[in-house]
């Protein structure tokens, strides 16, 4: 069916075609009646001057009008020549002509009958055509499908309203049981005292209005009810009567309006004169929205005065609603389909509270519905009430959630409202069928009436001619009864044809929601006999179960005697035993007895030990205190010995020895050390676990030795003097021996990237020089290790030495496994270590010939071995035990060096060397006698000048001299 809203449109364009023209003019294509449903029933009013002509025409959508007697055409030209039907009245040219345009809701009732003007003023919206602006008049029509007017013509139709308003009374207010035919009397009775016009209203809109009221009196109750029934209306802004339409004369216009109330709740039906045959699809939507989008239409597009409002308009609220809550549901996605495109908040409000609420189902689902709610609905008629396409939307809804619920599974309670519903929907069905078969068997009754009539006629025929003309008359109007009978009688067959084919679909619908339904029975007997199975099995499980619980309880209880038993056996022994220990104990106590007596008499015994031991204590302590003074004596004594001997020592020369041995490198640790003994006063034994006997152990003794726990500045500390006395004139040398890693160059230098605590001798030396030279500010030179000075004050020249010597590793060759240039290197080291040793070895032997010469190493040390030399000596061992007798041949070494005596040291200010005056004396002498010879010789040439004179022209001065010398040496 074409949309309305472009029907209206295409009216709107008429309507201005209309009003511009001083004549009307019209283009439109007059085709043959077609038949329902694809004219639109509107009520046009032509307006000329202060008259109007009201025809019902149907509007085709492609813009046809066509009244049901003649062309609309035939309607406008009577305007042009007389408003309706007065004749001799001419239209001016100058006259407007206005146009009404009023939209119908039944096509039936609106095709057969015009509107009374005094209805149409009612229930119509005006249009003025002239600007074409808003509607004028706000009264807002819901239907205009009421009571038309009481022509002869409609006297039929109108007693079917009336028996279908008083059958809907009867259906929705139970108990009151109006009879169909009942007259204006007996429904005034039933109505007047309001309480069943406020009852209706409650039925259909829940709530609307106050049922009885407060007051005493009757007829003032009577009255209040009918006022809020009349306020309700009002409120809805449907048409209403007056209290005296209810008292008194016609009760056409209160049963006007309420069939308007039903037209309006019910569209479904509410368009129909005739029972049960309309259906909602006929008019596509219902009323008020119909009559929403004519306002928007005629009223410029916002249709915004005449809109109703939600309440006066539910379907428009509630299609609001639905919108908003659209995705709330599967059963609101039903309400959009386009088969339940049709049902309004109408017919939400008509189909009872119950089945209301199951269509405002959100956010849940039919499963979650309560028992409760769905028995009361099943036990109401809320389900008789119920638009078809609804409960077709439930069955639908209910099966697309036991799809979703994939399990197939329905809940009981949903299954019986379920099956309730499609007996609901077939119980229709055959009821609807049944009225068709009334209604064909109705009209067969009445064909065969009127052909009757029509032989009857026929028969008279042959009678007078003016009864012929009568005759013919009645024939005509028979024949054109006839025909409209057949009109409808087509119309109906079609509607016939087309419920059954809707039947078939419905029935096909009905099958295969049975297919469904009784998929979903056997997917749930299935599940049944699965769940009966698993039931069964678990059974088994819990018997077996069961069984192995009681032979357990039964093993329990043996050993329960078993326990008892042995407890009873161990029972026995512990009482024998109890017996035993107390004889025991008896016995016990009798020897504790014994016992304190004797610790009586040893008590005794110690007193008088204890007193002779104090005694004998009193005389070891006087003893003790004489001795103690002896040791302090001999402590004193000790230090002294130890200085002196430290000076004998100083006087001697000797090369000082000071043994450092250097801790376990990181990754050693848990070695064991060879070092035994460090003893403050250079002691140092160190022990061979691998030998036993006099040679593990040795002890050697030095001027002092430094564990390895010794810090740089500690061993330092000790050298200072030494490195002081330097700047005093005194040649010094210290020089560190030791083999290989045993940490010489730590000692000497420090190790690599060291921090100023972690500094060797080396840069500490040379710091302290340098601060010391400061501090006195003999000028000096450093020259490596040879410092040279001047006594400013005595002129005296200062000359000394440093040798801070780093010796290579005094291993023997075949202990350091190197082949090749390291080798020839290590040999040539050992060569001059050798050296050093044959010159340390003549020195302890106080030899004549020291052999310095047989190394660079010892000519390089002679001043410091040989002179009156201050040397210092470090001997670095290896505490490891792979090194034992390397080290303890670095300690004999050591020994040996320890007993060289250089003579008592001498600095340079107090004397030269004597060997250097003597170098100094010879060559002076040797100087004196050139310059003898020199002058011998100067002599002798004077003299022979005087001999020979001018022979110094005849040759050159040299070779003359060598001729004169030659010749004194002939003469002589
Ligand atoms: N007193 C010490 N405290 C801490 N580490 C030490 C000490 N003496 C030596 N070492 C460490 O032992 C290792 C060997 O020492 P060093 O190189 O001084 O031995 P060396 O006798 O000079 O060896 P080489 O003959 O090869 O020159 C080094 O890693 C050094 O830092």
Redesign the pocket.
Same mark, same amino acid.
């Given at each position: 069916m074409e949309n309305q809203s472009s029907i209206l449109n295409k009216i709107n364009l008429i309507s201005f075609s209309l009003s511009f023209s001083s004549l009307p003019t019209f283009n439109l294509i007059y085709g043959p009646l077609c038949p329902f449903p694809q004219f639109l029933p509107v009520i046009v009013e032509l307006m000329f001057g202060n008259s109007s002509v009201c025809r019902k025409v149907l509007l085709s959508s492609e813009g046809q009008l066509r009244t049901r007697r003649g062309r609309i055409v035939d309607m406008v030209s009577s305007c042009a020549t007389g408003i309706g039907g007065q004749k001799g009245r001419q239209r001016r040219a100058t006259d407007p002509l206005k146009l009404k345009i009023f939209p119908l809701v039944s096509v039936k009732s609106s095709f057969h009958d015009v509107p009374s003007k005094h209805s149409m003023k009612k229930f119509t919206m005006d249009h003025q055509a002239k600007g074409y602006g808003r509607p004028n008049n706000t009264t807002v029509p819901i239907s205009s499908n009421v009571f038309e007017p009481t022509t002869s013509s409609n006297g039929e139709v109108e007693g079917k309203q009336r028996v279908v308003l008083i059958e809907w009374l009867n259906s929705i207010i139970s108990n009151l049981s109006l009879p169909t035919n009942a007259s204006d009397e007996e429904l005034r009775a039933c109505l007047s005292d309001g309480t069943v016009l406020c009852r209706i209203l409650n039925r259909l809109r829940p709530g609307s209005v106050i049922e009885g009221g407060g007051s005493n009196h009757p007829s003032e109750s009577r009255s209040d009810n009918v006022k809020r029934f009349l306020a309700a209306m009002d409120e809805m802004k449907l048409p209403r009567f007056q209290i005296s339409d209810l008292e008194k004369g016609s009760m056409k216009i209160v049963l006007e309006c309420l069939f308007t109330l039903r037209a309006q709740f019910m569209p479904h039906v509410g368009g129909s004169n005739v029972p049960n045959s309309s259906s909602p699809k006929k008019s596509g939507v219902d009323a008020s929205t119909r009559w929403k989008l004519l306002g928007q239409t005629l009223g410029g597009g916002d249709g915004s005065r005449g809109e109703l409002s939600p309440r006066a308009n539910p379907s428009v609220f509630y299609g609001e609603e639905r919108r908003k809550t659209a995705s709330d549901s599967k059963f609101q996605r039903a309400l959009r389909s386009h088969v339940m495109a049709e049902p309004s908040a109408a017919l939400i409000h008509h189909v009872g509270h119950k089945f209301h609420e199951v269509f405002q189902l959100k956010q849940g689902s039919y499963a979650d519905l309560p028992a409760a709610k769905i028995t009361e609905m099943m036990r109401t008629n809320s389900l008789d009430n119920a638009p078809t396409q609804s409960l077709l939307s439930v069955v639908n809804g209910i099966l697309d959630e036991s799809i979703e619920r994939k399990n197939g599974e329905i809940p009981h309670r949903v299954a019986c409202l379920l099956r309730k519903v499609v007996q609901e929907i077939e119980r229709r069905i055959s009821t609807q069928a049944e009225h068709l078969r009334t209604q064909s068997n109705l009209f067969k009754a009445r064909e065969e009436k009127y052909q009757s009539r029509i032989r009857v006629l026929e028969a008279l025929a042959t009678g007078t001619s003016e009864e012929t003309q009568v005759a013919m008359n009645q024939l005509q109007q028979t024949k054109t009864d006839k025909t409209k009978m057949e009109e409808k009688k087509k119309v109906e067959e079609q509607d016939m044809v087309r419920l059954t084919k809707e039947k078939e679909q419905i029935n096909n619908e009905i099958l295969t929601l049975k297919q469904e339904l009784e998929m979903a029975r056997k997917a749930n007997e299935e599940s049944c006999i699965k769940m009966e199975t698993e039931a069964k099995g678990n059974q088994r499980e819990l018997e077996k179960r069961l069984t192995e619980v009681m032979h357990l309880l039964t093993e329990s209880r043996k050993r329960v005697k078993e326990l008892e038993t042995n407890h009873e056996s161990k029972s026995q022994q512990w009482n024998k035993k109890e017996h035993i220990y107390q004889i025991f104990t008896e016995f016990q106590l009798g020897a504790l007895r014994e016992l304190k007596f004797s610790s009586q008499s040893i008590k005794q015994e110690i007193s008088r030990t204890q007193k002779s031991y104090s005694d004998e204590f009193n005389r070891l302590g006087i003893k003790l205190k004489a001795l103690a003074d002896a040791a302090e004596n001999s402590n004193a004594v000790l230090a002294e010995n130890r200085k002196l001997h430290n000076e004998v020592q100083e006087l001697k020369g000797n090369i000082r020895v000071y043994c =450092?041995i =250097? @801790?376990f490198?990181p990754g050693q640790t848990g070695k064991q050390s060879i070092v035994e003994y460090i003893g403050d006063n250079g002691e140092l034994g160190v022990a061979n676990p691998s030998k036993q006997g006099k040679d593990a152990q040795k002890l050697f003794k030095f001027n002092k030795v430094y564990g @390895?726990m +010794?810090a740089q500045a500690e061993v330092y500390s000790h050298i200072q003097p030494l490195i002081r006395s330097v700047l005093d004139g005194y040649n010094v040398c210290i020089f560190?021996y030791? /083999?290989?890693?045993?940490?010489?160059?730590?000692?000497m230098t420090g @190790?690599d990237g060291g921090s100023e605590e972690e500094w060797g001798v080396n840069y500490r030396a040379l710091n302290d020089l340098f601060q010391i030279s400061q501090n006195r500010s003999r000028v000096f030179i450093v020259v490596t290790i040879h410092v040279r000075g001047t006594d400013t004050k005595t002129g005296a020249s200062l000359r000394g030495s440093l040798h801070l010597v780093?010796l +290579?590793?005094s291993e023997r060759v075949d202990r350091s496994e190197v082949t090749g240039d390291r080798l020839k290197e290590a040999q040539y080291i050992n060569k001059s270590l050798s050296a050093l040793g044959d010159v340390v070895f003549a020195l302890a032997q106080k030899s004549s010939h020291i052999p310095y010469r047989n190394s660079k190493l010892t000519q390089v040390l002679q001043s410091a071995l040989g002179g009156h030399a201050k040397t210092l000596m470090f001997v /670095?061992l290896n505490p490891e035990l792979n090194s034992y007798s390397e080290t303890v041949s670095t300690l004999k070494f050591a020994e040996r060096v320890s007993g060289v005596e250089l003579g008592t040291a001498r600095s340079s200010k107090e004397g030269r060397d004597v060997r250097d005056l003597m170098d100094q004396v010879a060559s002076l002498k040797d100087t004196i006698a050139k310059k003898d010879e020199e002058i011998e010789r100067l002599q002798l040439l004077k003299d022979l000048k005087n001999v020979f004179p001018g022979s110094e022209k005849s040759a050159s001065g040299s070779n003359l001299s060598a001729k004169l010398l030659k010749r004194w040496h002939e003469d002589k």
């Open positions: =450092r =250097r @801790p490198l @390895p +010794a560190a030791g /083999q290989t890693g045993s940490g010489k160059t730590y000692t @190790p780093d +290579a590793g /670095q």
